[in-house]
T-cell receptor, first 114, second 116 residues
Framework: DAGVTQSPTHLIKTRGQQVTLRCSPK?????VSWYQQALGQGPQFIFQ???????QRGNFPDRFSGHQFPNYSSELNVNALLLGDSALYLC?????????????FGSGTQLSVL | AQSVTQPDIHITVSEGASLELRCNYS??????LFWYVQSPGQGLQLLLK??????LVQGIKGFEAEFKRSQSSFNLRKPSVHWSDAAEYFC??????????????FGTGTLLAVQP
């Protein structure tokens, strides 16, 4: 059983470009959350998707958007990239109704903005 | 404001020594509390969690944590550290209702180094 998978693992972009990161949740999971982890920092919540809708959002600008597909996979899109967007982007999944609150994380996509 | 503070950025312990990693939180009500571990190139793995009840919780890999409401703390401990425990450790909080892990607040992490 594959866990949470993210692609690509590494990505280099230049300022002003747009990027799309992808996430496949663990089998049986229907809820996907995205986190940004800057160097030397803890992960920061970007948003959460369930039933193909954004359900919660952290303190991130509208340049950050997402999508969830019927198969529960998800994309994170970032427009007009800034140098400060350089970070590790983590995807996490869980079953919405799981009482154990166990969140499974992928290994992340390392985004470098030059 | 809701926040999590991990005052120790970097800790070095000798293999076999005991370990305590500190975590303090600021939250409107008693939150759900979590400790995660992140090894290089890996995602975060849940070590343990506290929801309610017994304030001393046991986790995987021999870790335990104690919730102290009066101190707003949730410190992580291990009696004897192994070289494989070298990693970064994150304390996190979420609201105390279903779906807590849909929107976690993480601390800045403590990087643990283990000396032979």
């Amino acid at each position: 059983d594959a866990g949470v998978t993210q692609s690509p693992t590494h990505l280099i972009k230049t300022r002003g470009q747009q990027v799309t990161l992808r996430c496949s949740p663990k089998s049986g999971h229907d809820t996907v959350s995205w986190y940004q982890q800057a160097l030397g920092q803890g992960p920061q919540f970007i948003f959460q998707y369930y039933e193909e809708e954004e359900r919660q959002r952290g303190n991130f600008p509208d340049r950050f958007s997402g999508h969830q597909f019927p198969n529960y996979s998800s994309e994170l899109n970032v427009n007009a990239l800034l140098l400060g967007d350089s970070a590790l982007y983590l995807c996490a999944s869980r079953p919405m109704r799981a009482e154990d609150e166990k969140l499974f994380f992928g290994s992340g996509t390392q985004l470098s903005v030059l | 404001a809701q926040s999590v503070t991990q005052p120790d950025i970097h800790i070095t312990v000798s293999e076999g020594a005991s370990l305590e990693l500190r975590c303090n939180y600021s939250y409107g009500a008693t939150p759900y509390l979590f400790w995660y571990v992140q090894s290089p190139g890996q995602g975060l793995q849940l070590l343990l969690k506290y929801f309610s009840g017994d304030t001393l919780v046991q986790g995987i890999k021999g870790f335990e944590a104690e919730f102290k409401r009066s101190q707003s703390s949730f410190n992580l401990r291990k009696p004897s550290v192994h070289w494989s425990d070298a990693a970064e450790y994150f304390c996190a909080v979420g609201p105390n209702y279903g779906g807590a892990t849909n929107k976690l607040i993480f601390g800045t992490g403590t990087l643990l180094a283990v000396q032979p």
